[in-house]
Structures are given as C-alpha cells and as structure tokens.
C-alpha cells in the first residue's frame, strides 16, 4: 500500500485528491495539507510513499519543496497551468496532473509509481479485492472506497477495466476496486455476463441493441466492441434470437 501525502494551497483541491485516494485499496492518505512548510515536516517523520504536490503556492512552490525533500518519496505535480509540465520532468517528478484532475487520468499516474516501485502487477485474490462469491444469491462482495460493498448482478450494466483497476458501473452508481478485469470475469456467471472487449465487460440483460461495433445498453451507453469478441457475442445473442416461420 502506498502511503501518499497531498499539498495544495486550496482546500478544494485537497479534497478531490483525498477522495481519489479514499477510492483506490492500494493507497492510504496518510496527511494533506494547505502549508508546504507544515508538510516538510510530515516528509522528514514518517514514511511517505507518494506525495501530490501543487506547483504554485505563494509560501513555497512545488519545485523548492521538491527540492527540499531531495528524493525521499515519488513525487506527481498537480497544476492548473500546462506550461508547468516540462519544468516538472526536469525534476524527476513521476507524472504531473492538470486540474481539473479526471479520475481515470490520476490512476494513470498512480500506476506509473506502482511500475517504478516494482508493486505486483497482479495480487493474490483475498488481498486484492477481498471480493466474495455470492453467485447463489446473485450478489458478490467488491473492496471498494475502504469498505465491502454488496453488488447485485442485476444492478451491474458493465464494468470496465483500467490497468490494475475495475470500476464496475451499476444503476446505484460506480465502484472502483483493485482488481484485473479477467479476475473480475472468473466471478461473473457467464449467462449473464459477457467480455465483448479488452477493457468492458457487459451484462448481456442491459442490451438494448448491437450496432456494427457498438454495444447500445440502457440508459443510452455505449460500449466499443472488440473484433476478436465479436463472435462469442453472437453466440451468446443466438440463445435469445426468435425467428418466425417461413
């Protein structure tokens, strides 16, 4: 598990980072905070991983702090100002993350640091996901947001893969888990669930239609259709096809 720490003059920034981390099982907050000065510190006294860093900040800027901590822990610059990026890799910096910061571009960045550090690609089940059989029942339990969370199959529309990463979309909203998607397909009945692409894994009730190499599901999604998946879905599909008399 990677202990991070965030820096940021604004609290709104602050608060969007915690909450990603809050959502990953492989990271723990360990401090944030508004004054790099304070957060020195926190680098000097405990063991910290991975920090998250603001580049522009009025008492001390990213590049000084950098600087300061001389290579204690990763470092991923997060900015508001694209022309800050070159100057962050002169640094050594691990990645640099533009505000507004998307999730899915912040995993990105986590992974690289995960690579660097020689993290396993790919964990053992219980500590991974703790994810619980429950096919019986129709349910499963997925790790997610520091808690075991209940999925109903019925719930799931697709659930989509992002390196070491599920987030699993359902009618109740997302969850996020630490978890390869072939993992994630070993634990789904395959008469309900399909792999129609590398990265998606679809529940074949929430079809509403296949269109050359798009997937329509309900609520207006659209899912890609990978060519080599192409022909287990129409074997799938072929089940449910009523043809009428000649």
């Keep these: 598990m990677l202990k991070c720490l965030v820096i940021d003059d604004e609290q709104s920034a602050i608060d969007v980072l915690a909450n990603y981390i809050n959502r990953l099982p492989s990271l723990h907050l360990v ?26 900040m009025p008492e001390l800027s990213g590049i000084d702090f950098v600087k300061l901590v001389k290579g204690r822990s990763k470092i991923i610059f997060t900015t508001a100002y694209s022309q800050y990026a070159l100057e962050g890799y002169e640094y ?3 990645d640099y993350l533009l505000k507004p910061i998307a999730f899915e571009r912040f995993i990105q960045a986590v992974r690289k640091v995960q690579d660097m ?9 219980p500590e ?6 429950g096919k019986v029942d129709d349910y499963i339990f997925i790790k997610s947001e520091n808690r075991m969370q209940k999925v109903n199959f019925t719930d799931i529309l697709y659930a989509e893969g ?12 997302k969850f996020v888990t630490l978890l390869g998607i072939k993992d994630l397909e070993e634990h789904l009945p395959n008469d309900k669930f399909l792999r129609v692409h590398r990265s998606y894994i679809i529940s074949l009730i929430k079809v509403d239609y296949v269109e050359g190499n798009q997937i329509a599901l309900e ?9 080599t998946y192409r022909n287990q879905l129409w074997t799938a599909l072929d089940q449910k096809i009523i043809s009428g008399r000649k």
């Design 219 to 227: 609520n207006e999604i659209n899912i890609p259709l990978g060519e």
């Design 31 to 56: 401090a944030a905070s508004l004054l790099p000065v304070e957060a020195l510190d926190i680098v000097y006294t405990q063991k910290i991983d991975l920090i998250f860093v603001d580049i522009r």
């Design 162 to 173: 992002l390196g070491n990463y599920i987030t699993l979309h359902t009618i109740k909203g």
């Design 92 to 94: 050594n910096v691990v």
């Design 128 to 133: 991974q996901t703790y994810i619980l059989d």
């Design 117 to 125: 550090e020689q993290f396993p690609l790919k964990l053992s089940l």
